[in-house]
């Protein structure tokens, strides 16, 4: 018996072409060169001759309704209705004649936006949003981008970095973020508390010990109840048994800090990718500025800016000076700690798709 198939249910993300610029459709795969006119603008040039201008502009990171429906309504006026979100959550606005630039970025500055972040300027903090929608930040992440963007507003207005700066932050650990030429991530130094009390009733005690990377984890039996303890003597204080046993609580006010890292690298474009490196550990989880780690990212900018050469990533500015002048010149203690001697680093540690191992 024939039977008609059911046509299967969209989902995931709708298509992109829908709420594109008309002028982006008609030229898809076809363009032919861009260049970039002033900071926070591109013009991208089709070889049927259209043109498209990009303006960027900075927000606050976290937008509240109110403030979205100021970028939509400025998009309406001096857009063409077109507005679109980057990969590091900053709106772009396009449009496809040049007297409409300066209009819209006149709008948009009127309105305390910040035009910027194209080319070899800072881009926009890539982060986590833990605070907001998960359940083990140890830090408000979207904090610390919105303090040290303050401080660094000239340099995403401005193109005066030796090339792009990408920076990332995350409020935990051990799982989202990226590489980043630089890095704010939480350091957790003591190893988890445990309530005992609840580990029965909460936790699947075998996915817990499973998790612990060093098997520093092992079942035990408290006050006549199933529960776990840490051999504190192997823990990496690593947070991993957190997620999946929230009653072994690793955030401390006191004890998770924020480490810096320097010089990851995603991109496949010049060279293989790289691995951002520990420079700085045992900083201050200090809301709501974070002094302390913005004191030392903007000491790594300023000798970044003033040491490297034309078109140096920060990766290849320290590798070109070594790490040792690199301690030297950002002034940042060098300890024992900042040594990666993890054997298992080799064989599971592909850090490129050029050779894999
Ligand atoms: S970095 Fe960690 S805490 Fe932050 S959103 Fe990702 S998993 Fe959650
Ligand atoms: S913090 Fe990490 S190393 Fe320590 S017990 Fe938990 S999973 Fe293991």
């Not at 991208?44 to 309704?65: F, M, N, P």
């Not at 910027?116 to 881009?123: F, Q």
């Not at 500015?317 to 001697?341: A, C, Q, S």
């Not at 680093?345 to 850090?351: E, G, V, W």
């Amino acid at each position: 018996m024939a039977v008609d198939m059911r046509e299967p249910i969209e989902s995931g993300c709708p298509d992109g072409f829908q709420y594109m610029h008309p002028t982006s459709i008609k030229n898809f795969g076809q363009w032919k060169y861009h260049t970039h006119p002033r900071p926070g603008v591109l013009m991208h040039e089709a070889y049927s001759g259209d043109r498209l201008y990009t303006v960027k502009c900075g927000t606050q990171r976290i937008l509240d309704v109110f403030t979205l429906r100021k970028l939509c309504d400025i998009g309406d006026e001096y857009a063409d209705g077109h507005i679109h979100f980057t990969i590091r959550s900053l709106p772009e606005f396009l449009v496809d004649d040049e007297a409409k630039v300066e209009p819209l970025i006149n709008a948009l500055e009127g309105a305390g936006f910040i035009v910027g972040g194209t080319r070899n300027s800072v881009a926009m903090i890539s982060h986590t949003q833990g605070w907001l929608h998960c359940d083990i930040p140890g830090t408000d992440a979207s904090g610390v981008v919105k303090s040290m963007m303050d401080e660094l507003i000239d340099e995403f207005r401005e193109c005066n970095m030796p090339n792009r700066v990408h920076l990332t932050t995350s409020c935990c650990q051990i799982n989202c973020g990226g590489q980043g030429d630089i890095a704010i991530n939480i350091q957790h130094t003591k190893p988890p508390r445990i309530n005992h009390d609840l580990v029965a009733n909460v936790c699947e005690r075998p996915s817990v010990v499973a998790r612990c990377p060093v098997a520093a984890i092992r079942p035990a039996m408290v006050n006549g109840k199933n529960s776990l303890e840490v051999d504190e003597k192997k823990c990496i204080c690593c947070g991993a048994c957190f997620p999946p046993c929230p009653p072994m609580q690793i955030n401390d006010a006191e004890h998770s800090k924020l480490a810096i890292w320097v010089g990851g690298n995603h991109s496949n474009a010049r060279g293989k990718p790289t691995f951002h490196k520990l420079v700085a550990s045992g900083i201050p989880n200090n809301p709501p500025r974070w002094p302390e780690a913005n004191a030392i990212v903007k000491r790594i900018l300023k000798e970044y800016k003033e040491g490297a050469r034309d078109w140096e990533r920060i990766n290849e500015w320290v590798e070109r000076i070594g790490w040792p002048r690199f301690f030297e010149v950002t002034n940042l203690p060098f300890t024992k700690y900042h040594i990666d001697n993890w054997r298992g680093s080799r064989a599971r540690l592909n850090s490129s798709t050029h050779i894999r191992f």
